[in-house]
């Protein structure tokens, strides 16, 4: 796709062309789907794909690097859900024997960081570089929290500063063009972002109504929260990283913190201290009218990439 | 992967660089994961991955086509261990809008004709088309059918003729070439393989030791198959599909028909009977030297493709 607008279109097509979901279970459209486990209860699935070229050049990144983002991307989707992580399928196309033992090593990492075992996949010579995950996650006795819970008058959190990511790839590329040094943390945020399980626990915990990630930009997904919501959404400003850029927390992505709304500010507190957990950022709250994308007195822009070097 | 030894030796260094399963689970080296499920029980989870190129052409298969086989090779790995598949994520890279609405109702095609619902993937832009499935599946009460099951003595079956898909790929490559029409049944088999999941859960209640599909070539699948169960195998013969030669049935893979192992053929042909199934066809039986791989009176040999462009 060349664009978020040709994903989208192409999503539609995609969910129109297809059965729907039976009452209880969610399919295309939120950050995994939910479907009923054999043994009883649910199961969280979802899957994230990198191709060089689109999302990552191996200029910037190594294969250790792809390794560790592609599974904990994957994760991030869980934990938006307010799940834990429980098995990946690992397939990866085009990539040499020396790109092997890297891969391998980054998601042995991820794997050990998130406790998600990575059970099987598939390999395939081909064209270009693509490694796909699928994975599987839990919310164990809980429902999952998705996009669509939001309601007027709840407020919205993010577990964190935004915007290092996208600085990160910024001063990679010109450390690549020789000006200078890429600060380590903000390097690291673009090769090695962090996924938020725990906070996603927490936020279940203190009585969430919707969540997404921050993967495609907070403008993106937080559109995509609100129209699924049916509220609008008024922000009084958002934690910009050390380093970075307002634009970059507006509209940079890959960050990976989780967005969420609940109705106690107080509880939110609570639950993340209770849970150790560095306090959310209370950034704005869910308003009636469903058009409203607004941040202080300017329009929020629905901005962001899907794909980042595209 | 340039080869299957290319692949197979990236494989162990995959499994050499992550964790070994705990007791009672089976990760990477089977057609399928067995993994414990989140409510009880245990889950399948598997994915296999189709790239332009590689595995298909545009030139002799359509994107409906495309989209019909990348679901049910994977079907047919949960075949393949005595389970019935229950849903997919598809993870489409590099594919035009064009091609989109194709993919999607051969996709569809087959999510009804297996029962196994799409819930979700991924979509990207990329340089390439690739097409990538994982899919869960289930046993239900039962256990799952490993390829490393069999015993010396144990009768070996397959569940139908082989070489058809091989022969359809050669009849479309002539049809392109001006060299006359295809034989539909020939380029059926090519193009829209059918995974046998009713054949799969029979040879379970027949009481099969170990199992794999057809899908690299017979030789190769049932030296995998031998190798896994320390046992050596005998074939007196194959059953060559009309229109094929002796050479595709044992080589030729993407029959995605079932090999199993079995130690009573009364058993077998009683629950194919019983589930309304054509009775399997005997082609030989395990024997105790694990070096033995034979047919007839000549070597058999561990011919196949990991993927049939290269």
Request: aromatic share 4%.
């Amino acid at each position: 796709m060349p664009s978020a607008e040709g994903e989208l279109a192409a999503i539609e097509a995609i969910r129109r062309g297809l059965p729907a979901p039976p009452e209880g279970e969610t399919w295309i459209g939120d950050d995994a789907a939910v479907v009923a486990a054999a043994g009883g209860g649910s199961l969280l699935l979802a899957a994230d794909v990198v191709v060089e070229g689109v999302h990552f050049g191996l200029d910037l990144v190594d294969a250790a690097d792809v390794g560790w983002k592609a599974l904990a991307v994957n994760v991030s989707d869980i934990a938006a859900m307010g799940g834990r992580p429980l098995h990946a399928l690992v397939t990866v196309v085009g990539a040499g024997a020396w790109m092997i033992e890297g891969l391998v090593r980054g998601l042995a990492e991820a794997s050990a960081a998130y406790g998600c075992s990575v059970v099987g996949g598939d390999l395939s010579a081909g064209p270009c570089l693509v490694v796909s995950i699928a994975i599987t996650g839990t919310t164990g006795a809980l429902p999952a929290v998705h996009r669509s819970g939001a309601r007027p008058g709840d407020t919205l959190f993010v577990t964190g500063p935004l915007g290092r990511s996208s600085a990160g790839l910024r001063a990679l590329r010109a450390q690549a063009a020789g000006q200078g040094e890429a600060p380590p943390e903000l390097a690291a945020a673009y090769r090695r972002p962090t996924a938020r399980v725990a906070e996603g626990l927490a936020a279940v915990s203190a009585g969430a109504t919707a969540m997404i990630d921050v993967s495609d930009g907070l403008g993106i997904d937080l559109d995509r929260l609100a129209g699924a919501s049916g509220v609008g959404v008024v922000l009084d400003d958002v934690p910009v990283a050390a380093g970075a850029t307002r634009a970059d927390a507006l509209g940079g992505g890959e960050d990976y913190e989780l967005v969420f709304a609940a109705p106690d500010p107080e509880r939110v507190s609570g639950a993340f201290a209770a849970a150790g957990l560095r306090a959310p950022s209370r950034i704005g709250e869910c308003v009636t009218d469903p058009a409203v994308r607004r941040i202080g007195d300017e329009p929020l822009q629905a901005s962001g990439w899907e794909h980042r070097l595209l």
